[in-house]
């Protein structure tokens, strides 16, 4: 879009969800009811720095005025929208998709054996900002660049516009749970600014169950809630029947995707999901999730919420458990320590529910766990530290939202939706929303051995107490597990036992990857199902990819 002076051209992907109370702030008549031409005009009359610290929403953009020989280029605080970049001597690619910056660079690239020793042995994507094809990179969340022209061709100077601060903000429980409400009711309202019925992603938990009731109070009319869920009848892990609970104490109905009945079918999507996530995929949730936005479509819901950000941002992973203990025990509040290890115990929460396959990671001796990566990617690798290490609770959670566990989350939330054309907004990744969280107390985060305190509390009257009081987390979940020791172990065992580009191309070690999957079908609780499906997930990105690759 072109301003109206002329002077200024903007390439806009995403949404300025405050575009109404902005607009109020320009100084011309508009001449269209877009959100991208008052983002535009604002950041021609201000400054696009400060209209960026202005706007609430999600965001990649290219800024151009071309009579001051200026190009910007920023991405939103939460990398809910994607901007790669590659650069030459003399150009430079910028693009939402890695391989469209592939495509029109002409070149093939080496595989990233960072992000590939990052996926492989940690389970971690998009921490970087690298991407999988090596040299072409990310640009990072909440950052501004601008494009510089020099002797040795164009390049990024690029700086923070947000960064949300850490330190504990004291405050009753009572003027907190006041404050969540007010702040998710107005980041649910604005985020049902659409021309379009708006749809929700309802998995049955607490995070998605709190946004459909306020769609409801928002909205004024529960059939206004339009909601859609994956679901497994029959599998562990199947989330019916909280579904079930929540539509029926709401008065709303939801849309579903049975997943559990077909393992077969959702292996054939992986090549077809895998090309648009650019990336291998984390799990088949992934998949489910691209099944679930293409019932969306069907429905013709081309707008939907979705509650991811919510355990970042409010302490619900059961890790965060054992962190506030330990923040507790630094600040010598040893009462709230042993409240919540005595009341983790009596509710039957996160000490009756650990799993060491999948919190291996956290703890420093997982170094020495056997490691699938071939000889050449362990020699190029450096292991990320996900621990708390000497971090706060507050500092540690913001490194999950601004590297570890929300970038992987959008991405392929991100792909998988608008591989159908449907555009997911995110409430709890509202900007006030974050700083909110970070601040609060410890004890307002996880109390008497329940994670998420805060949110239970603020909505213990909007929704029935077996959701709010939940004790397990499932979200979009697969019997994973099952399927892979059951009606998928033929096609994984002819993968590791056959010819295939993952030990062909020196990435992964047939012998190790061998001995990890002979240890899952036995049933080794040591060996997590992500790292077999990962080598899966791994081959079938190599076989999409082939023709950008070296």
Known sequence: MRSQSGSSVII?????????ELADKLHRQRRTGTDTEVL????????????????????????????????????????????????????????????????????????????????????????????????????????????????????????????PGTETVETSRAEAEVRLRELLYDSVAIRLRADVPVGLTLSGGLDSSILAALIAEVTGDPTRVHAMSSVSPGAQGDESAHIDRVCEALGISTHRVDLGADPETTAELLAEVTWHNDAPLGSFSNVAFYRLMKLARQQGLIVSLSGQGADETFCGYRKYFFWALRDDF????????FGNLVGSIEA???????????AKRYFPWANR??????????????????????????????????????????????????????????PYLDHRIIEFGLSLPTSLKVNLGW??????????????????????????????????????????????????????????????????????LVGDRAVAHRQIFSAWALETWIAKFDPYLS
């Open 12 to 20: 806009f992907n995403g949404e300025i969800y405050n575009y109404l």
């Open 40 to 163: 535009l005009e604002m950041a021609e009359q201000q400054g696009l720095g400060q209209t960026l610290m202005d706007a609430n929403g999600m965001w990649s953009m290219v800024f151009v005025q071309a009579l001051a020989n200026s190009v910007q280029i920023s991405r939103d605080r939460a990398a809910e929208k994607p901007l790669y970049v590659w650069r030459s001597a003399d150009r430079l690619v910028i693009a939402s998709e890695m391989k469209t910056v592939a495509a029109l660079s002409g070149s093939r690239f080496n595989v990233n054996l960072q992000v590939l020793s990052d996926y492989i042995d940690q389970g971690l994507q998009d921490v970087s900002g690298g991407s999988w094809l090596d040299g072409i990179v990310q640009l990072p969340p909440a950052t501004l660049s601008r494009v510089e022209f020099g002797q040795d061709g164009p390049s990024l100077a690029t700086e923070r516009y947000w960064i």
């Open 330 to 337: 630094r600040r010598a509040r040893v009462g709230a320590a």
């Open 348 to 358: 039957g929460t996160v000490l009756r529910q650990l799993n060491y396959s999948e």
């Open 369 to 426: 766990a056997e490691s699938a990566l071939s000889v050449q990617a362990k020699a190029s690798r450096k292991r990320r530290d996900v621990s708390l290490g000497n971090k706060s609770l507050a500092e540690r959670q913001y490194e999950d939202i601004a590297r570890f566990s929300v970038p992987y989350l959008t991405h392929y939330e991100d792909r998988q939706s608008m591989a159908h054309g449907v555009e997911v907004r995110l």
């Open 451 to 520: 994670t998420k305190s805060l949110m239970r509390t603020a909505f213990e009257g909007a929704l029935p107490r077996e959701i709010i009081w939940r004790r397990d987390k499932q979200g979009f979940s697969n019997p994973q597990e099952q399927w892979l020791r059951g009606p998928l172990r033929a096609t994984v065992d002819r993968l590791i036992r056959g010819d295939a580009a993952i030990f062909d191309r020196q990435l992964l070690d047939r012998s190790a990857l061998t001995r990890l999957w002979d240890r899952f």
